[in-house]
């Protein structure tokens, strides 16, 4: 379940160097909001406005990193890269609170999870307050849920401890085995890593 970090840009170098993964992770989101069953309970009859206005929140996503990429090969000094960056993370801060908005307002949408999704991923280094937020609509709208695979995985690899709480959710309100297992999976790595990072005990006297 090893993942590519990403790692702060070296001098001179490209924009991309420190977004590739969240290009990488745009690509992947069609796939995570198509395909698979429906949700459970009947089917009905909903307008194309979800998709359309998800996919939109994903163009314009990508449009502001690569406008983002082609200030940054421009800049000529540290500063004005660390500027290029710093006004790039304001951009993704107000998109992410944008598609957590998107997944409230659509919990039954298949586009719903993938926008949760985009919001926990490392990559999108979201704020604990919006890592937060996508963890308690995950939990209300989509426990149980038999497209919520992807995500389990990544509550194993979010930066902030958020992870438990809704994977112990899952492993008791979730239906699908295949969920479940990967939940179970997730848990135990955040519970070894838990113990690895604790202080060793003292030997007794």
Do not use: W
């Not at 909903?46 to 996503?61: F, G, H, I, M, W």
């Not at 609509?137 to 809704?166: F, K, W």
């Amino acid at each position: 379940m090893s993942r590519p970090r990403l790692l702060p840009p070296q001098v001179g170098g490209s924009m991309r160097q420190f977004f590739c993964c969240p290009l990488a992770l745009l690509a992947v989101l069609p796939a995570l909001a198509g395909g698979g069953k429906p949700e459970d309970g009947p089917q009905r009859q909903k307008p194309a406005t979800a998709a359309s206005e998800y996919q939109a929140l994903t163009d314009e996503y990508r449009k502001a990193l690569e406008a983002s990429d082609r200030v940054f090969e421009k800049a000529r000094t540290e500063e004005e890269r660390r500027k290029v960056r710093a006004d790039f993370h304001q951009v993704r801060r107000k998109l992410v609170d944008r598609f957590l908005t998107f997944a409230e307002q659509h919990p039954r949408d298949k586009e719903s999870l993938a926008a949760l999704f985009f919001v926990l991923h490392p990559d999108i280094h979201a704020e604990r307050q919006a890592a937060d937020r996508a963890v308690r609509l995950m939990t209300r709208d989509h426990v149980a849920s038999d497209r919520l695979v992807s995500i389990v995985r990544l509550l194993a690899e979010v930066d902030h401890p958020i992870g438990e709480e809704p994977l112990r959710a899952v492993l008791k309100k979730n239906p699908h085995r295949t969920v479940q297992a990967h939940a179970c999976v997730s848990l135990a790595l955040i519970l070894k890593g838990r113990a690895d990072r604790s202080p060793p005990p003292r030997p007794p006297g």
